[in-house]
C-alpha cells in the first residue's frame, strides 16, 4: 500500500493562498495511482474536492473549487499538489490526499490515504 503525507496546511486569511503538498512513499506505486483531494469538516462528510490521472494527467474538481484550486503531480518526486488560490472561509476543512485503482470521485475507490493537513480561512 502506497504511504501518503500531506503538507502545506495553515491558516490564511480569505482570498488568499495555500499549496499543499503530498508526499508518496513509492514511486512506482505513485505514478500507477489516480490520486485526488478530499476534505472534510466537523460534523460533515468527507468531501471530493479533486483528482487527476496518471497519464494524460485528467483532471476534474468539485464545482465549488473549480477556477480556484488546481491538482497537479510530479511523478518524478513522487508528489502530489494542490494549489488554492482566492480562499474562502467555506473551504475551512481538513484535507486528505488519496490514492486509488480508478479516477473517481467517490472516497470509497481510494486504497491509500494520509493522515490530513488542517486548511483554515478565516474571515
Known amino acids: 500500500q502506497v504511504q501518503l503525507v500531506e503538507s502545506g496546511g495553515g491558516v490564511v486569511q480569505t482570498g488568499g493562498s495555500l499549496r499543499l503538498s503530498c508526499a508518496a512513499s513509492?514511486?512506482?506505486?505513485?505514478?500507477?495511482?489516480?490520486m485526488a483531494w478530499f476534505r472534510q469538516a466537523p460534523g460533515k462528510d468527507r468531501e471530493f474536492v479533486a483528482v487527476?490521472?496518471?497519464?494524460?494527467?485528467?483532471?476534474y474538481y468539485t464545482n465549488s473549487v473549480t477556477g480556484r484550486f488546481t491538482i497537479s503531480r510530479d511523478n518524478a518526486k513522487n508528489t502530489l499538489y494542490l494549489q488554492m488560490n482566492s480562499l474562502k472561509p467555506e473551504d475551512t476543512a481538513i484535507y486528505y490526499c488519496a490514492a486509488g485503482r480508478y479516477y473517481s470521485t467517490t472516497p470509497g475507490d481510494f486504497e491509500s490515504w494520509g493522515q490530513g493537513t488542517q486548511v483554515t480561512v478565516s474571515s
Open positions: 487527476i490521472s496518471w497519464n494524460p494527467g485528467n483532471t
Open positions: 513509492g514511486r512506482a506505486s505513485f505514478s500507477s495511482d489516480t
